[in-house]
């Protein structure tokens, strides 16, 4: 059966295998699907497969994959791609869903994507940190060395020396980059902590 993906129909590689080899068996066809790897250096592959029907070529497919570029191509990226190309070479054929590209193609894709978008999250959040780090973070090491004495005025000072703008880049969940812990965010917002200040 095909897959839905944003509307659209994809069928499985494998669906497009067993369509193909039907096909085959009830018109007494003598047919193959052949595959060659075109180019395989580092991390790169690329794969032709090439569909024969009575020893004639009738349709092509090539695919790319790059080792590591979503989790699958970690360990199976060569078998991805020729996976692909089967897929490709079968849609060229005329099996394919309402789409040309294989379910398993647009699942790659899209997980792809995401790969990307959370690797480019991750890096601006922790290009914005380090430069938080690198303006700030003195002061900061100095508050947390300051809390380990239990100088909790002196480092409630330096807290309020920062700018608003400055104290609201530093408040961000340790989680997402953040250069004070859970423990640390919490202690801040105690009257131990601010309380100090005011003897």
């Known amino acids: 059966m ?22 085959g068996k009830e018109e007494g066809l003598n047919q193959s699907i052949e595959t060659e790897i075109v180019m395989f250096e580092g ?6 497969a090439t569909i024969k ?9 090539i695919a790319h994959e790059v080792r ?3 989790n699958i191509n970690q360990t199976s990226h060569v078998e991805n791609c020729e996976t692909s190309a089967i897929g490709r070479a079968l849609a060229a054929y005329g099996l394919a869903g309402t789409e040309y590209a294989s379910a398993d193609e ?4 899209i997980n792809q994507q995401s790969e990307l978008k ?10 914005a940190q380090r430069d938080i780090f690198l303006t700030l973070g003195d002061d900061v090491l100095h508050m947390k060395a300051l809390w380990t004495e239990e100088s909790y005025k002196e480092a409630y000072e330096i807290w309020c020396n920062f700018s608003e703008e400055n104290q609201k880049k530093l408040w961000v969940a340790p989680s ?3 250069l004070f812990t859970t423990e640390e965010r919490a202690f801040m917002k105690t009257s ?8």
Do not use: W
């Open 192 to 199: 131990e902590f601010r309380g100090e200040s005011n003897e």
């Open 176 to 178: 997402k980059g953040g």
């Open 106 to 109: 647009v699942v790659n894709a």
């Open 118 to 127: 959370y690797n480019k999250m991750i890096e601006e959040k922790l290009c």
């Open 2 to 23: 095909p897959v839905k993906i944003h509307g659209k129909e994809y069928k499985l590689v494998a669906e497009r295998v067993q369509e193909f080899l039907a096909l």
């Open 43 to 48: 991390n790169d592959c690329i794969i032709k």
């Open 68 to 70: 590591g570029s979503t």
């Open 53 to 61: 029907v009575m020893g004639q070529v009738v349709a092509t497919g």
